[in-house]
Structure formats: structure tokens, C-alpha cells
């Protein structure tokens, strides 16, 4: 019953912006921690970004310093604002929500991917 929502990918040229928006519904108990991942074509599915229920963040090295996660614990959506992108980012997103912060072990609840693709 719970539902993760994904919204705001597409196609940006390389230094655009884009914002990527996750709604969780189904469950008032189902926004808990938050990551952003990332599935490239022929590569394994990689943490992003995380936020934790208190808003502590943490990001992957290649992300650091373009992309900021953050949360709206009213409207239970979890954000990702992605600037500067680059080739390298173009990818499937998935939205997670989990109670565990082991991001390495898939667990919780996962939005159904939304395609950014950073081309020229």
C-alpha cells in the first residue's frame, strides 16, 4: 500500500539542472530514511544521496558539491536537486525509503525509476 512517486527526470544538456521530486503515500509510518539511487546501462545500482529522518545527509564522491537531498517531512517528498550534470549522470533514479541505514543491503520501499539523460 505504501507508494513512492517519481517525478522531474528527463533530458538536460551537460551543466543544466534538474530537480527530481519522490511523494510517499500509502502510510503515514513510510517516510523514514530516504536515498536516491542510481542505475546506469551495464553498471550495478549505486547510492546517490541518503537523508536521514532527522535531515543528516550523506552523498556519493561524485555527486558531492552539485547535488543536494533534502526532504519536506509535511508533504512526505524526499528532493534531489542535481546541477551542473554531467554525461556521467545519466542514469535510471530510484526513490527508496528504508528504516535501516545500511544503503548497500536493498530494503524498504522503491519508486519505479525515472530516466535522466544529460546529452548535448
Known amino acids: 500500500q505504501v507508494q513512492l512517486v517519481e517525478s522531474g527526470g528527463g533530458l538536460v544538456q551537460p551543466g543544466g539542472s534538474l530537480r527530481l521530486s519522490c511523494a510517499v503515500s500509502?502510510?503515514?509510518?513510510?517516510?523514514?530514511?530516504m536515498g536516491w539511487f542510481r542505475q546506469a546501462p551495464g553498471k550495478q545500482r549505486e547510492l546517490v544521496a541518503a537523508?536521514?529522518?532527522?535531515?543528516?545527509?550523506n552523498y556519493a564522491d561524485s555527486v558531492k558539491g552539485r547535488f543536494t537531498i533534502s526532504r519536506d517531512n509535511a508533504k512526505k517528498t524526499a528532493y534531489l536537486q542535481m546541477n551542473n550534470l554531467k554525461p556521467e549522470d545519466t542514469a535510471v533514479y530510484y526513490c527508496?525509503?528504508?528504516?535501516?541505514?545500511?544503503?548497500?543491503?536493498?530494503?524498504?520501499?522503491w519508486g519505479q525509476g525515472t530516466q535522466v539523460t544529460v546529452s548535448s
Open positions: 500509502g502510510s503515514i509510518f513510510s517516510f523514514n530514511n
Open positions: 527508496n525509503s528504508r528504516i535501516s541505514s545500511d544503503y548497500a543491503v536493498p530494503s524498504g520501499f
Open positions: 537523508i536521514t529522518r532527522g535531515g543528516y545527509t
